[in-house]
């Protein structure tokens, strides 16, 4: 296809949005865009070609040209019969403040998507719904039937099974000498305290360090206090480097003879709402864990700043009951050509008990799977794009080391996950060989209009397909927004409110585009050495 001028758009830009309206994808810098498009590479494998840039107007757009063609045989899965002929052409516009279009055009016929419908909020609200049902699968089944309107032709679930840890009673005082309660809950695979709770002189550390530093005999028989001082982030980078305090300072209390640790939550918000998480042991017999929601933990520790003993009272009552059965979600958009690959997406279903999910992570499935449809209505791509909603990802991603283990022989040539909430993707970093440079680039430009530039780093593809990418497979990150992901992580503030409709609808945009041109491109997507 040869190079097209680009849409001109009589629409508001993405900036004049209202004063009062919730974040986006903020504004775009046309002049930046043309820029990016002069710097696009134009020459696709086959012979294909891409136009990228923006309108001299208010709005602006990205056009490219993926390649392929065929026609569409036996259609099976999520395949019904409405879409014909591969995708060759996707463009993106801005189309308002608070609304993208996704265009797909192939064969006969273009499909445009004005994305400001409820497709991808209805599946995360049937993920936050708290239905008692037997296991994961069933669940998935809802959400996919929601997003499918029933035209679903067959939806997978494939078990694994996980250790399961359950909540109990939960509590925390202050009794002497400034008596007051405390909102604390247990972190996952905490040990237990009896009935009565533990009652003991607490010790503090401001970090995990001083705790690793400290002599036995000033942890043995206390209750120990950590702190920490992560910060919001756009890009999360906090949690990684503070999160030891909840991953591993329970563990090293345990190994110095602590009768119980309690840190403070590792999160950003000043709501007196308390966030969970895994521990790991590691082999050493778990004692009571717990987090202290933030405000309460800085007023323990001015309690300790006083130079007087400090006792406090913890009752912590979960229990393990063994292992049980959990299950991985799969759905498939079937490719033309078997040969060309898999693109391997998703997210994971299960959540912590303490909120519905909502941002952690229905938004996630949603977002992958919505995007998933919009190609698939579009034609038969060339690639199958393969959608796992993962199993028990938080309690240590069994089900993600189950699917790999069941799946390494297979082809899979690209792996991304949405596992970061619901907030606006403002960057994209790529793991890819340099002969697809310019498939690459081609993703880039697309993005470009939305706010997303092209960053750096390399790609993890999330928690639960980053082994795929340490082994070589190629990853796009879309990274998200994380200024406010830890206000609600793991809390009981993840509810679906939290999820701004505008910025849902500037993710399943970004992934539509990125998908589109990924499932139709005519270059082999390559692999990558193992990462050491």
């Given at each position: 296809m040869p190079s097209t001028d680009l849409e001109q758009s009589t629409s508001k830009p993405y900036t004049t949005r209202p004063a009062n309206a919730s974040r986006n994808a903020g504004g775009v810098d046309d002049a930046a865009v043309d820029r990016a498009a002069d710097g696009a590479d134009n020459r696709a494998a086959g012979g294909a070609t891409s136009a990228v840039g923006a309108s001299a107007g208010s709005g602006s757009t990205g056009e490219t040209s993926t390649g392929g063609g065929g026609r569409v045989a036996g259609v099976r899965?999520?395949?019904?019969?409405?879409?014909?002929?591969?995708?060759?052409?996707?463009?993106?516009?801005?189309?308002?403040?608070?609304?993208?279009?996704?265009?797909?055009?192939?064969?006969?016929?273009?499909?445009?998507?004005?994305?400001?419908?409820?497709?991808?909020?209805?599946v995360v609200k049937a993920g936050v719904l708290r239905i008692d049902v037997p296991d994961a699968g069933c669940l998935g089944r809802l959400a996919a039937s929601c997003l499918l309107r029933g035209r679903v032709r067959e939806i997978r679930v494939r078990i694994a099974t996980m250790p399961t840890w359950l909540r109990g009673a939960e509590s925390a005082e202050i009794v002497g000498p400034y008596a007051q309660k405390l909102a604390v809950t247990a972190l996952g695979h905490s040990g237990a305290t009896p009935p009565g709770g533990v009652t003991a002189q607490v010790v503090g550390f401001a970090n995990v360090a001083e705790l690793e530093a400290a002599p036995e005999a000033k942890v043995r028989g206390k209750i120990v206090f950590v702190s920490h001082a992560m910060r919001a982030a756009q890009d999360g980078s906090g949690?990684?480097?503070?999160?030891?305090?909840?991953?591993?300072?329970?563990?090293?209390?345990?190994?110095?003879?602590?009768?119980?640790v309690v840190i403070r939550s590792l999160g950003t918000d000043y709501h007196r709402n308390p966030h969970t998480g895994l521990t790991s042991w590691q082999g050493v017999t778990p004692i009571p864990a717990a987090a202290l929601a933030i405000p309460d933990a800085e007023n323990l520790q001015r309690m300790l700043e006083r130079d007087k003993p400090v006792t406090m009272r913890l009752v912590l009552t979960p229990r393990f009951v063994g292992e049980q059965v959990s299950g991985n979600v799969v759905a498939e958009v079937p490719g033309s050509d078997p040969d060309a690959g898999i693109l391997l997406i998703g997210g994971h279903l299960d959540s912590w008990d303490l909120g519905t999910g909502a941002i952690d992570n229905a938004a996630g499935v949603a977002i992958t799977a919505a995007a998933a449809k919009r190609v698939m209505d579009s034609g038969r791509p060339r690639r199958t794009i393969r959608v796992v909603w993962f199993g028990s990802e938080e309690v240590g991603g069994f089900g993600s080391k189950a699917y790999m283990a069941a799946h390494k022989?297979?082809?899979?040539?690209?792996?991304?996950?949405?596992?970061?909430?619901?907030?606006r993707v403002w960057r994209m970093d790529s793991s890819f060989t340099e002969a697809n440079k310019p498939l690459v680039d081609r993703i880039a430009a697309l993005l470009f209009p939305l706010g997303i530039p092209k960053g750096s780093g390399p790609a993890g593809a999330g928690a639960d397909l980053g082994d795929w990418a340490t082994a070589g497979v190629a990853a796009i990150d879309l990274q998200q927004d994380g200024t406010r992901y830890f206000d609600l992580h793991h809390t009981p503030d993840d509810t679906f409110d939290k999820?701004?409709?505008?910025?849902?609808?500037?993710?399943?945009?970004?992934?539509?585009?990125?998908?589109?041109?990924?499932?139709?491109?005519?270059?082999?997507?390559?692999?990558?050495?193992?990462?050491?």
């Open positions: 899965r999520w395949v019904g019969r409405r879409g014909r002929g591969m995708i060759r052409t996707v463009r993106v516009r801005q189309v308002g403040w608070d609304a993208v279009e996704v265009s797909l055009a192939g064969g006969l016929r273009r499909r445009r998507y004005r994305l400001d419908d409820e497709r991808a909020s209805r949690y990684g480097y503070y999160g030891a305090v909840r991953r591993a300072a329970p563990r090293i209390g345990a190994q110095k003879g602590a009768l119980a022989d297979e082809k899979i040539v690209f792996v991304s996950e949405s596992d970061f909430g619901a907030d999820v701004d409709p505008a910025q849902l609808r500037q993710n399943v945009a970004a992934w539509t585009a990125m998908l589109a041109v990924l499932a139709n491109a005519r270059e082999e997507i390559g692999r990558l050495p193992p990462r050491k």
